[in-house]
């Protein structure tokens, strides 16, 4: 009996968490590790890994094949270019304090698409090999453009077997003409809103007048389609974070169900702003208090409540192929499947790219509407794409779960070679991780009802919490 | 070899405060172990840079700065030693998982 490479750290109460590279996961002790590494494991221990998918007799074994299958639908394949962020107008007709990406005022010139990119970019999704095609609409303020994504929308409409368009918009001013828009079966909404009252007046709309305008759009938008169509995030200054019981009542209220909680963005012109020294551990005992509560509303009320990114994480901790989310992925190939083109119609691997170039210290761009995709910067970013080989993730018990963020360390670091426990990414998500792991090993019965609803199982099993003892 | 036996013969020295404001300890290493001292020294250097370790016939000698603590530290560099041994003994399972998903 072969036993598949088991990783290894330190969790609660003198425990270890061991995983294998498929993401196969047990508990143990000190002793389980020293029977390893000594290669003296009993019967038992065999058996336990045998049963849990840790160990394979020889390579017919089905044992075997399985483990190549979940390791397989682990990797992240390079996919086909059909998802657009577009970036129609820089322009915007709010002032947020935290605004990434160097907004420019609504009534200035030269921040919009013009015809000619106009044209540029539909003749570049003529030459698509895809039949569905995803657009999401950022800005600046992209209502500020109507006639440029109904111009995009009639196009995809025309020309692809299935399209999708999601406009982010802040929902400030929105003209008759733009409800109309937004209310096709095809076109969906995103919006900001931070979860308190308060801190939305006073991190956006800044004026009375200009909140109950947005507040009764936001109204609107969810009881004229609903949160099948529409969501809401909220972002957070780690300086000032809100009650979160009253972040759980306000989106539970718009009738959402899931809040994804995101942090003020390093990248950009918000770095200029808000001191991220030491938010880390602020953060993290932020979040923590935040899913205790939600923990709490879920046991007390039917209709439960996620957040985002958590439930996420438990979603790649216990199934493969979970690659919907294209901050963590593994290779987290960049400007291969989706594609941002800024006001000027340059291309962007992704959206906190556009934010570090914009703020002039490194041009992340990778070609342009004009010129197409200039391959060579774009493998040059690819190089560091994927954790397999990296001299530290390779020893990391969460290795399979978790992926790079090559931009989020060029942005903090100006360079991608630093040791990842030194990154505010890998800091980041081995907190979350070993956020994640407490509660799946959690014996509260109010976690593990949660567990189940975030994980869309009926009932969460605790035999999925396996223990070699 | 009996787990205990493996991790309990560490000579401990006491700690001595030397010209640099080292603490110097000797940690023996099994001899099962040596094999894969050089990566892990080289990885908990890595770890931590303000330790300083030198590789000697079957021990190590190891100075530490004061914020360090010498259980802690022999704890991460077994754990280190460890998984050296588990990466370097995975290989041939490593080679048969990529022949078998990508045929090389």
């Known amino acids: ?469 | 070899m009996h787990p205990d036996d493996s991790r309990k013969p560490i000579q401990v020295n006491e700690p001595s405060e030397n010209h640099n404001t080292l603490s110097k300890f000797r940690l023996d290493i099994p001899v099962e172990l040596t094999a894969f001292l050089n990566s892990a020294v080289a990885r908990i250097g890595y770890l931590f840079p303000t330790a300083r370790i030198d590789a000697r016939d079957g021990y190590l000698e190891i100075g530490l700065p004061e914020n360090l603590d010498f259980d802690d530290f022999r704890q991460q560099l077994f754990y280190s030693i460890y998984r050296e041994k588990i990466r370097e003994e995975g290989k041939d399972s490593r080679h048969a998982l990529n022949v078998a998903v990508f045929g090389q």
């Not at chain 1, 990406?101 to 698409?113: K, L, M, N, Q």
């Not at chain 1, 989310?325 to 291309?347: I, S």
């Not at chain 1, 903090?412 to 979350?432: F, K, N, S, V, W």
Request: with cysteine.
């Open chain 1, 1 to 469: 009996m072969k036993v598949w490479p088991l990783k290894f750290r330190e969790h609660d109460h003198g425990e270890l968490l061991f995983t294998n590279e498929a993401g196969g996961f047990f508990r143990s002790d000190q002793r389980f590790l020293e029977r390893y590494v000594d290669g003296i494991l009993t019967d038992d221990d065999f058996e336990f890994l045998r049963r849990h998918g840790h160990a394979y007799r020889d390579t017919s074994d089905a044992a075997f094949d399985g483990f190549c299958g979940r390791w397989a639908r682990r990797i992240n394949p390079v996919s086909k270019l059909n998802y657009f962020i577009l970036i129609p107008t820089l322009r915007c007709n709010l002032t947020c304090d935290y605004c990434q990406v160097s907004r420019a005022p609504e009534t200035a010139s030269g921040f919009d698409w013009n015809d000619e990119i106009l044209r540029q970019f539909l003749g570049s999704l003529s030459k698509l090999d895809t039949e569905t095609i995803k657009i999401e609409f950022q800005g600046g303020e992209p209502l500020l453009r109507l006639d440029i994504l109904e111009e995009v929308r009639e196009f995809c409409r025309n020309n692809f077997r299935q399209a999708e368009f999601v406009v982010c918009t802040n929902l400030q001013s929105v003209s008759e003409e733009a409800w109309e828009f937004l209310g096709a079966a095809d076109t969906f909404i995103s919006t900001s809103f931070d979860g308190v009252e308060e801190v939305h007046r006073s991190q956006r709309t800044k004026e009375s007048v200009v909140h109950s305008e947005f507040r009764s759009n936001l109204q609107r938008a969810f009881s004229e389609f609903g949160t099948a169509k529409v969501s809401a995030l909220p972002t957070l200054d780690v300086h000032n974070l809100p009650d979160p019981d009253t972040v759980i009542r306000s989106f539970v209220e718009l009738g959402l169900r899931s809040i994804y909680l995101r942090r003020v963005n390093y990248q950009g012109f918000a770095r200029k702003r808000y001191d991220f020294r030491d938010t880390q551990e602020a953060w993290m005992e932020f979040y923590r208090r935040f899913v205790d509560r939600l923990v709490e509303h879920n046991w007390e009320n039917d209709d439960a409540v996620e957040e985002y990114y958590l439930s996420h994480l438990l979603r790649r901790i216990f199934r493969t192929g979970v690659q919907n989310h294209v901050d963590l992925r593994n290779p987290n190939w960049l400007g291969y499947d989706y594609l941002v083109v800024d006001f000027d119609g340059q291309y962007y691997p992704t959206d906190e790219a556009r934010m570090v170039s914009r703020i002039g210290r490194l041009d992340l761009s990778i070609g342009d509407v004009d010129s197409g995709i200039d391959a060579r910067k774009r493998d040059v970013l690819n190089s560091a794409a994927s954790n397999f080989e990296d001299p530290d993730c390779i020893h990391c018990v969460y290795q399979a779960y978790c992926g790079p963020d090559v931009i989020d360390d060029l942005s903090r670091y100006g360079r991608i070679d630093i040791p990842r426990h030194e990154t505010a990414h890998c800091q980041h998500h081995t907190a979350l991780f070993d956020f994640a792991f407490e509660l799946i090993y959690s014996e509260d019965p109010k976690v593990q009802r949660s567990l189940g609803h975030w994980l869309g199982t009926p009932k969460y099993r605790t035999e999925l919490a396996a223990r070699l003892k």
